[in-house]
């Protein structure tokens, strides 16, 4: 079984309308659709842009604000999956749940499935300077190619998460992340070949590029896609499939085949998911 997928380094820059933000939106995902590209990934907090709209002066709305848009963020993805057969992680939204705000990956299916996901562990800025909440749990998606999961950002600085999402049966983790400069960037990129190693997993990551210079903690982004493998004999010595040029406003495509997983961890050169000891740790209670 193999799977195309394509990641997004999202352009982050202030827009009047929702309209531009769209039009933005389209353009990746047409260019995803020229590729044949079965997933698409665009990075976390993207709808951030939304907060330029209106505000006075050099700042722009509060992001308590970004709720407003879900019915109209939610609509774009759910019509532009169903348009080009495609299942489309739409990076994450910050919604309203219960009276409180949570930072929430979707992907939205081509028969009009939408799957959320709450952002597990949520950083200093995000609870301090934003009240965001962290999620209660962790599920997978099932799809023709095979279970999924969606882990945003900080989450894959935690291997017991990872360990958790693999054991429900995911081959294939979507992480979209954003992050303002190399130290933030590289704990969440090494963390990505950890977490493929020891649990010999697929992870297609993407960040924000570029900046919003009306939006508080969103002025500098640094960002980079990639599609990052075990490290054996099947893939890539370094372990990365494909990846982009740092804070280019681009996307990168890879096919993913998922038959390799399988070979590496029945008899690769090492075999990490198999020789686990859950006796000692277990992979969720």
């Known amino acids: 079984m193999k799977m195309r997928v394509s990641a997004v380094q999202f352009d982050l820059r202030d827009v009047n309308s929702f309209e531009e933000f769209r039009r933005q939106v389209v353009h990746y995902v047409?260019?995803?659709?020229?590729?044949?590209?079965?997933?698409?990934?665009?990075?976390?907090?993207?709808?951030t842009a939304l907060?330029?709209?209106?505000?006075e002066g050099e700042t722009g709305q509060p992001i308590d604000r970004l709720p407003d848009y879900t019915e109209q963020y939610t609509s774009l993805f759910t019509g532009l999956a169903a348009e080009y057969g495609m299942y489309i992680i739409g990076g994450t939204h910050v919604t309203r749940k219960e009276g409180q705000l949570r930072n929430?990956?979707?992907l939205f299916g081509p028969d009009g499935t939408v799957?959320?996901?709450?952002?597990?562990?949520?950083?200093?800025?995000?609870k301090e300077e934003w009240s965001v909440k962290e999620g209660?749990?962790?599920?997978?998606?099932?799809?023709?190619?095979?279970k999924i999961g969606l882990l945003t950002c900080y989450?894959?600085?935690?291997?017991?998460i990872v360990r958790m999402v693999r054991a429900k049966g995911a081959n294939v983790i979507f992480c979209p992340s954003c992050t303002d400069d190399r130290h933030?960037?590289?704990?969440?990129?090494?963390?990505?070949?950890?977490?493929?190693?020891?649990n010999q997993i697929y992870i297609v990551t993407t960040g924000t590029v570029g900046s919003l210079q009306r939006v508080d903690f969103m002025r500098a982004?640094?960002?980079?896609?990639?599609?990052?493998?075990?490290n054996d004999i099947p893939f890539p010595p370094r372990g990365i499939m494909c990846e982009g040029e740092i804070n280019a406003d681009m996307l990168i495509t890879a096919d993913l085949d998922l038959s390799l997983l399988d070979e590496v961890r029945q008899k690769g050169s090492v075999t990490t998911w198999r020789d686990r000891r859950t006796d000692l740790y277990p992979d969720w209670k």
């Open 51 to 55: 907060l330029s709209i209106g505000g």
């Open 115 to 126: 799957f959320t996901q709450d952002k597990l562990h949520i950083t200093p800025t995000e």
């Open 184 to 198: 933030g960037f590289y704990r969440v990129r090494y963390c990505c070949h950890a977490r493929a190693v020891e």
């Open 104 to 106: 929430t990956a979707f």
């Open 30 to 47: 047409r260019n995803a659709a020229e590729y044949d590209a079965q997933f698409v990934l665009f990075p976390e907090f993207i709808t």
């Open 221 to 230: 982004n640094y960002g980079q896609a990639a599609v990052i493998t075990p």
């Open 155 to 160: 989450d894959i600085e935690f291997p017991e």
């Open 136 to 146: 209660d749990g962790v599920e997978v998606l099932d799809t023709p190619f095979g």
